[in-house]
């Protein structure tokens, strides 16, 4: 979405060549702290915000920037300074307990129970009011407010970026920015209800034509299917090496996808991914990239 900018239009003539050659630089873990002006060294540094103080480092405020851009993650996905596995007790991430900046939201229904973690209000706020006002695209973060019955599918959300960050890697491309479907959502919900707005007569049901919904779909690389536009769980901009820029539209399936709704996803052409395994089919970007897997997506239906 690039900021209500169509990828697709944006041309690599724009870019300065240089800026083009260093796109791959960038550790794909690295991309949610993009822009935000907090430490990033291993030694800890005093931050403040509002009526309080925070010592933090660069591992923490990625871990911090990490479960705020995806709403909630599971322990086991996260790491501390040293690159081992996240404990609440232990390093960081008690750290960060203690500090009141995240916080457990659930568990994982697995062998371990794994935690579930999402920002307070507080962690929200510390990289809130440390935002480099210049920088774009500008990447969302929420605190809390998760559905607990969504809680094992949005678990997954970001089980399956990393697994296709990984395989977008292998192509050079550098990721900027991800994109849940809540806000996907949101910028729908205000294109429908914009003609109500102090409008003393309306009685708050939209009045776009069909027409007009399939055109802001299109020109934000939405499908819309069975008169609904679909909405992926989770879109990934990036940038080629040559800077051109494009997105992966990512939706990660569960037992319970059966029906139309399935196969509205399904038809929908987004990558998918099972949750708890791997991907199961989808194209890359919106000019088609890599084909479906066939037999895979039978299987799923």
């Known amino acids: 979405m690039w900021d209500d900018l169509d990828p697709r239009s944006l041309d690599s003539r724009d870019r300065d060549p240089a800026e083009a050659r260093e796109i791959g630089s960038v550790d794909p873990r690295d991309v949610f702290f993009q822009g935000l002006d907090l430490p990033r060294g291993l030694e800890r540094e005093r931050v403040h915000v509002h009526s309080h103080d925070y010592d933090v480092r660069g591992s923490e405020v990625r871990t911090l920037a990490t479960v705020g851009a995806f709403r909630v993650v599971p322990l086991s996905d996260l790491h501390d300074e040293r690159g081992r596995p996240g404990d609440l007790w232990h390093g960081d991430l008690d750290h960060l307990r203690t500090a009141g900046l995240v916080r457990v939201v659930g568990y994982l229904d697995d062998d371990v129970r794994t935690p579930l973690l999402t920002l307070s209000d507080r962690g929200r706020a510390l990289l809130e009011t440390h935002r480099n006002p210049d920088h774009r695209p500008r990447q969302a973060f929420y605190a809390g407010d998760v559905k607990r019955r969504e809680l094992t599918?949005?678990?997954?959300?970001?089980?399956?970026?990393?697994?296709?960050?990984?395989?977008?890697?292998?192509?050079?491309?550098?990721?900027?920015?991800?994109?849940?479907?809540?806000?996907?959502?949101?910028?729908?919900?205000?294109?429908?209800?914009?003609r109500n707005r102090d409008r003393q007569d309306s009685?708050?049901?939209p009045d776009r034509t069909r027409a007009e919904i399939q055109e802001w779909a299109h020109d934000r690389g939405l499908p819309v299917e069975d008169d609904?536009?679909?909405?992926?769980?989770?879109?990934?901009?990036y940038e080629w090496p040559d800077g051109r820029r494009d997105v992966e539209d990512v939706e990660v399936t569960t037992p319970n996808y059966r029906g139309a709704h399935a196969a509205a996803k399904a038809r929908a052409g987004f990558t998918r991914y099972r949750a708890g395994?791997?991907?199961?089919?989808?194209?890359?970007?919106?000019?088609?990239?890599?084909?479906?897997?066939?037999?895979?997506?039978?299987?799923l239906l």
């Open 203 to 205: 009685d708050g049901r």
């Open 153 to 194: 599918h949005d678990a997954h959300v970001h089980r399956a970026y990393v697994r296709a960050a990984e395989r977008l890697g292998h192509d050079g491309v550098r990721i900027v920015r991800v994109v849940l479907d809540a806000e996907m959502k949101r910028d729908y919900q205000r294109f429908l209800q914009e």
């Open 277 to 299: 395994g791997g991907r199961v089919g989808g194209r890359t970007g919106r000019g088609g990239g890599r084909s479906s897997d066939i037999r895979l997506a039978e299987e």
């Open 228 to 237: 609904g536009v679909q909405f992926p769980d989770l879109r990934i901009e």
